[in-house]
C-alpha cells in the first residue's frame, strides 16, 4: 500500500463539515468519490481532525492509501481538481508519504483563523466569510484579552457539551490579532483544540471588545471551567483552518 498526503482548500458554506455523516454532503465524502473515479478502488481519507459546518479550510490536511503508486502526481492534482472545482473544493498539493505518517496524530500544531468585519454595512463579496459586527470593537481590549487565553490550562468554559476530548486541558501557544481598515483576523496556534473552542473563545473575545464584559469579567468566565457563563460562540462562516503543522 501507498500513503499520500494531499492539502485541500475549501469553502464550507454548502457543507455538513468536513466528516461523513449519515444525512448532507460533506468534504470528506464529496473527495472520496472524486478519488475513487481516478484511482479506480475504494479510498478512506483521514482528515486531520473534525471541523463544523460553514467552517472553510486555506489547507486541510488529509491522508489516504491505495493500492498502486501514483506515477505522476501533478497529473493527478490536475485531475482531481477537474472534478472536485465545482464544489469550491481545491487540491493544493499531493504528496507521497511513509506509513508512519498519519494526518492527525503526525501533527504538531494546528492554526485557525477568525475574520471579523467591523463595520456598518453588511459584506456582499466576503458573504459567509467572515462575522459582521456592527458594534465598534476596542481591539486593545480584545489583545488584552487574548494574551490571557495564551498558556496551559482547563478549558471547559469553551468546550461544546457534545465535545469527545478525554481532557479539556490544552495548551494554546500563540494567539494573534490583527486590525486591517474594518477588517480583523484572530489566529490561534494549538496542537490540538476542544469542540467549538476556537469559536467559543472568539464570542467571549467580542463580549470584551463590544464592553459589555470588563476584563475582570472575562477572566473569571475563562477560569470558571463553566459553559453556561461563555457568551454564544461566534458563526462558524467566519472560521479557517489556515494550517497544520508537522
Known sequence: MFRYQIL???VGTDFIGWQIQKKGKSVQKTIEISLKKIIKEKISLVGQGRLDSGVHAISQSAHFETKNKILNTNK???RLNYLLNKDLISILSVKKRNKKFHSRYSAKARIYQYIIFNRESVPTIDK???WHIKKKINIENLKKGAK???G???FSTFRASSCSAKSPIRTLEKVNILKKKNQISIEF???SFLQTQVRSMVGCLKYLGEGKWDLKRFKYVTLSKNRILCAPPAPPYGLF???VIY
Open 152 to 154: 496551559k490550562r482547563d
Open 189 to 191: 496556534k494549538s496542537k
Open 241 to 243: 483552518l489556515k494550517k
Open 128 to 130: 459567509n466569510r467572515g
Open 148 to 150: 490571557f487565553l495564551i
Open 76 to 78: 493527478f492534482l490536475n
Open 8 to 10: 485541500i482548500e475549501y
